[in-house]
């Protein structure tokens, strides 16, 4: 591999093994939750990565995810009925039938 294929102006968090080690760090920690963001917005997407309208709620963290949450183990971090709407999309077929039944359970609280 020669030089000109190395990118050094990109930022860290750009890295894969970054964005991993980042993810088991923060995820389902308040803690760590973008309450800036949270708190400007109403809409949420689940199983997300980043998406301006939403606050973005994912398994993995990446830039532009407020919240690295796991929905099979914790409830979500956030007050009922906060929320306008919830969106998902190809996210739930990644986890348990029941574990399913729980968020949508979840979802009905918001």
Known sequence: MSLKHIA??????????????????????KLFINKKQVSLKK????????NTNFINLD???IPGVDVCWDITKKKYPFE?????????????????LDACKK???????F
């Open 103 to 109: 968020t949508f359970q979840n979802f009905t609280d």
């Open 8 to 29: 050094f102006n990109r930022k860290i968090t750009s890295n894969k093994k970054i964005q991993y080690l980042i993810s088991n760090i923060t995820r389902s920690k």
């Open 43 to 50: 809409f949420l997407n689940v199983g997300c990565g980043p």
């Open 80 to 96: 009922d009925n906060v929320f306008e709407g919830i969106f998902t999309e190809h996210c739930l077929e990644h986890i348990s």
């Open 59 to 61: 398994y993995s963290w």
